[in-house]
């Protein structure tokens, strides 16, 4: 048969099989049809599944946003957009043996591991460079604040087996309070609190501060703000919405803590010409100096940090035109007060452990233990240096616990 006469008969037999008023029930490419009909009506039914799943999760979540609405270039709650890279990773719990013998009375961040007191290593990888860490009581992990980046601080919670969730992002100050049950950021112009529970963000409130303004510490429930970084004065923000009070204080350079009286222990700027010198302050009327009189001078700047009892306070000053960190008993606060040389100038958190013992990293990146009875005897503390950590790292002592 020649290919004219094939072509021919092909096309005759399709011309039938078309004019057919039915097909054959033995027909091949009828039962093709048929079946991709079939397949082509369940993935119609699957696809309108997916959308309607699709609409309830964008209404729920839209609803939720609708309950607490954040305000322009607010600060990321969550999860933010975007992302940087391994900011929220899971860490497999460690496998093998987990403990050897404690660096220190207190958990510190090494690099991407974090010793702590009772000789556990829990590794945490994702968070980049940890600034600030706060133990949680009942061993359910840490809080960890982030070093500011291009992107902000972030905020992260981390499980006693290494996993770590972002709370907070995007913020330019973090800043915890003492149970690690409150957070209070800054933002551009918003001031913020939450509570902190079950590792999510609680009944935030927002105010209206000044660009400039930073929030330092809690202080019994409030927030300590200092309103400019280059001249003195502080407020207690009592986290109610709204603008910002701005207050009446206007001499204080620092503030350090609080006595178990409500005092806060502070510096200002005082007397003619003014000096600036370690002075109790009254949060119930603005902040002002509630006596006794004026105490020594410290002449530095930086970190600082009350006992627990309210007896001492461990503080960068200048002794003898020198810098370091200096002891000064509250006890005998008044103008002819000695400060003692406790070690190395400070950086980062000081942590009282108890009444009498402190710990801090010191410029250079050592561990200083400062025992209070030594000191006394003028015997200030020496810095530690700690093993494998690499150039440029320094350890990060732990609040809290």
Not at 367 to 386: E, F, G, N, Q
Request: aromatic share 4%; with cysteine; hydrophobic share 40%.
């Amino acid at each position: 048969m020649s290919q004219s006469e094939l072509e021919r008969a092909v096309r005759e037999a399709f011309s039938r099989r078309a004019a057919a008023s039915r097909a054959p029930a033995d027909d091949p490419a009828g039962a093709v049809i048929r079946r991709a009909n079939r397949i082509q009506r369940r993935r119609n039914l699957a696809g309108m599944s997916l959308v309607a799943v699709a609409i309830v999760a964008v209404s729920a979540g839209a609803m939720q946003l609708g309950e607490d609405p954040p305000p322009g270039n607010s600060v990321v709650i969550g999860e933010p957009d975007p992302v940087p890279e391994g900011a929220w990773t899971t860490v497999a719990p460690p496998t093998g043996p987990d403990t050897e013998t404690p660096l220190a009375e207190v958990d510190l961040v090494l690099g991407g591991t974090i010793a702590t007191a009772q000789g556990r290593r829990v590794t945490v990888v994702g968070t980049g460079g940890v600034e600030r860490a706060h133990r949680l009581a009942d061993g359910r992990g840490w809080l960890a604040i982030g070093a500011p980046t291009p992107s902000g601080r972030f905020l992260w919670a981390v499980t006693p087996n290494g996993t770590a969730q972002v709370l907070l992002a995007g913020a330019d100050e973090i800043v915890l309070d003492g149970e690690g049950q409150q957070v209070a950021w800054k933002q551009g112009a918003v001031l913020s609190a939450a509570g902190i529970a079950n590792g999510e963000l609680t009944g935030t409130v927002r105010a209206e501060a000044p660009a400039e303004a930073v929030p330092l510490r809690f202080v019994n429930g409030a927030v300590l703000v200092r309103l400019a970084p280059d001249r003195p004065g502080h407020v207690l923000w009592q986290l109610r919405p709204g603008p910002l009070d701005q207050g009446t204080d206007r001499s204080s350079t620092r503030v350090f803590g609080a006595l178990p009286d409500g005092r806060l222990v502070g510096e200002v700027a005082a007397g003619t010409p003014r000096r600036a010198c370690v002075a109790l302050l009254d949060p119930t009327q603005g902040l002002a100096p509630a006596g006794p009189e004026c105490g020594p001078e410290l002449g530095g700047d930086g970190p600082g940090a009350v006992s627990p009892d309210g007896r001492w306070l461990l503080v960068n000053g200048r002794s003898k035109d020198q810098d370091a960190a200096l002891l000064v008993d509250l006890a005998q606060l008044g103008s002819s007060a000695v400060p003692q040389v406790a070690g190395p100038t400070m950086t980062g958190t000081v942590l009282w452990n108890d009444p009498g013992t402190a710990y801090y990293t010191d410029t250079a990146g050592g561990l200083v233990r400062v025992d209070v009875d030594r000191i006394r005897l003028s015997r200030p503390a020496a810095p530690v240096t700690i093993p494998g950590l690499r150039p440029g790292e320094s350890p990060v002592v732990v609040s809290g616990g």
